[in-house]
């Protein structure tokens, strides 16, 4: 009697034949939105396959992925409702906006412990597309601010000056060097030096740096120099500028010695007035250096000036250096913050005739190359260059 009991129960739970019944299944999609600067609301639909009878509720939760909570977007959880005969519900999610340079970001929408209704989708990914991973072009603005040097000195002449105002470089007194040099220019340089990179634009001399395809590199831009043109020993250099920004932009205004033919880098001696390595904490920061071959080979010797507030984008600085015999300093506003004494021996390179050299190059040892943060085209604008020496 038990056993034919039993039996008769089981027969009863497979209903003899009949199906199941189905219960709805819950899907949710994924979703790409673009980023804005400001924060703003999303909506995301969760559908059911099918309407039911019973009232169904579901879980949900934001995880984490490249975006990251209560800074890309509003962290939240709670459940989500299905009245009786409804299809179809939604979540709402908080992005935040921003104006940082970054890639593309995402983060999930997880659906967890359904009631009534079982899981087609268990997760949805929300992708932000950064209305910055390209960035929009840079336009080139004079700016109408910045420090202006005296145009003499009590006991100085003015030996020689560019004021830019021309309509073309004047090829009296500057060359182009064209290409990458080797092993872009010593310095594994990404761009491709043209002469059509250079134009002047309201008394100031513009270099500019693109993003572009020229002789097998992706980045165009001038170098110009002296050589054989304008040379010197020893003096004041003053150099009015605004200077380009972003990571692996490297402008530099700079001197070599004349005799770099005959004798090679570094022993023809190297003085840089102007170096920025562009980037976040970087474009604020200018670099003095001296370069040569000491007793041990190549040696070096540089001080940085950082500026109060803002970037050297923002107006016009000037770079400057005051060249004797006995020492090399370097002044940014007229203030000096670098000094180097080059009477010993071995510091001899720089008791010799050097030419300028003004770029503006990208990527290289030193930067790095750019990324997607990096903003093209770039602009160095000089508005002049004056050259003193002791009456």
Same mark, same amino acid.
């Given at each position: 009697?038990?056993?034919?009991?039993?039996?008769?129960?089981?027969?009863?739970?497979?209903?003899?034949?009949?199906?199941?019944?189905?219960?709805?299944?819950?899907?949710?999609?994924?979703?790409?939105?673009?980023?804005?600067?400001?924060?703003?609301?999303?909506?995301?639909?969760?559908?059911?396959?099918?309407?039911?009878?019973?009232?169904?509720?579901?879980?949900?939760?934001?995880?984490?992925?490249?975006?990251?909570?209560?800074?890309?977007?509003?962290?939240?959880?709670?459940?989500?409702?299905?009245?009786?005969?409804?299809?179809?519900?939604?979540?709402?999610?908080?992005?935040?906006?921003?104006?940082?340079?970054?890639?593309?970001?995402?983060?999930?929408?997880?659906?967890?412990?359904?009631?009534?209704?079982?899981?087609?989708?268990?997760?949805?990914?929300?992708?932000?597309?950064?209305?910055?991973?390209?960035?929009?072009?840079?336009?080139?603005?004079?700016?109408?601010?910045?420090?202006?040097?005296?145009?003499?000195?009590?006991?100085?002449?003015?030996?020689?000056?560019?004021?830019?105002?021309?309509?073309?470089?004047?090829?009296?007194?500057?060359?182009?060097?064209? =290409?990458?040099?080797?092993?872009?220019?010593?310095?594994?340089?990404?761009?491709?030096?043209?002469?059509?990179?250079?134009?002047?634009?309201?008394?100031?001399?513009?270099?500019?740096?693109?993003?572009?395809?020229?002789?097998?590199?992706?980045?165009?831009?001038?170098?110009?120099?002296?050589?054989?043109?304008?040379?010197?020993?020893?003096?004041?250099?003053?150099?009015?500028?605004?200077?380009?920004?972003?990571?692996?932009?490297?402008?530099?205004?700079?001197?070599?010695?004349?005799?770099?033919?005959?004798?090679?880098?570094?022993?023809?001696?190297?003085?840089?007035?102007?170096?920025?390595?562009?980037?976040?904490?970087?474009?604020?920061?200018?670099? =003095?250096?001296?370069?040569?071959? =000491?007793?041990?080979?190549?040696?070096?010797?540089?001080?940085?000036?950082?500026?109060?507030?803002?970037?050297?984008?923002?107006?016009?600085?000037?770079?400057?250096?005051?060249?004797?015999?006995?020492?090399?300093?370097?002044?940014?506003?007229?203030?000096?913050?670098?000094?180097?004494?080059?009477?010993?021996?071995?510091?001899?390179?720089?008791?010799?005739?050097?030419?300028?050299?003004?770029?503006?190059?990208? =990527?290289?040892?030193?930067?790095?190359?750019?990324?997607?943060?990096?903003?093209?085209?770039?602009?160095?604008?000089?508005?002049?260059?004056?050259?003193?020496?002791?009456?």
């Amino acid at each position: 009697m038990p056993s034919i009991l039993i039996l008769s129960l089981f027969g009863c739970d497979s209903g003899e034949g009949e199906p199941s019944p189905q219960l709805p299944g819950i899907s949710i999609n994924d979703l790409e939105i673009s980023e804005k600067k400001e924060d703003f609301n999303i909506t995301l639909d969760v559908a059911l396959s099918e309407v039911s009878a019973d009232l169904i509720v579901v879980s949900y939760e934001t995880v984490e992925g490249s975006a990251m909570a209560n800074q890309d977007f509003k962290h939240i959880t709670g459940q989500l409702i299905f009245q009786a005969g409804s299809k179809r519900e939604s979540i709402t999610l908080t992005i935040l906006g921003d104006e940082k340079m970054e890639e593309d970001e995402s983060f999930l929408i997880r659906l967890f412990d359904p009631a009534n209704a079982v899981m087609n989708d268990s997760s949805a990914t929300i992708v932000i597309k950064n209305f910055d991973t390209t960035p929009p072009p840079n336009e080139l603005v004079i700016p109408t601010q910045g420090y202006m040097s005296p145009e003499s000195y009590e006991g100085w002449n003015l030996v020689w000056q560019d004021e830019f105002d021309q309509e073309s470089l004047n090829t009296a007194d500057w060359t182009y060097e064209i =290409g990458n040099g080797h092993s872009g220019w010593g310095n594994n340089e990404l761009e491709y030096y043209t002469d059509e990179n250079t134009s002047m634009v309201d008394g100031n001399l513009v270099i500019t740096a693109k993003k572009e395809s020229k002789g097998g590199y992706h980045y165009t831009s001038s170098r110009i120099i002296t050589k054989d043109k304008q040379e010197f020993k020893y003096g004041r250099v003053d150099i009015r500028a605004v200077l380009p920004f972003g990571q692996g932009i490297w402008p530099a205004l700079w001197m070599l010695g004349a005799n770099i033919d005959q004798v090679s880098w570094p022993a023809c001696g190297e003085i840089d007035i102007m170096e920025l390595i562009g980037g976040t904490n970087r474009d604020n920061t200018t670099h =003095g250096t001296a370069h040569w071959s =000491g007793a041990n080979g190549y040696a070096n010797y540089g001080g940085s000036k950082k500026l109060s507030s803002g970037i050297f984008a923002d107006e016009y600085h000037v770079f400057s250096i005051i060249w004797n015999e006995n020492s090399i300093t370097w002044l940014l506003d007229g203030v000096e913050f670098h000094v180097i004494d080059i009477t010993p021996a071995d510091l001899s390179e720089f008791r010799n005739d050097f030419f300028l050299i003004f770029n503006v190059a990208v =990527g290289g040892n030193w930067p790095g190359s750019p990324n997607s943060s990096t903003v093209f085209p770039q602009y160095m604008i000089v508005d002049y260059i004056r050259v003193f020496q002791t009456q």
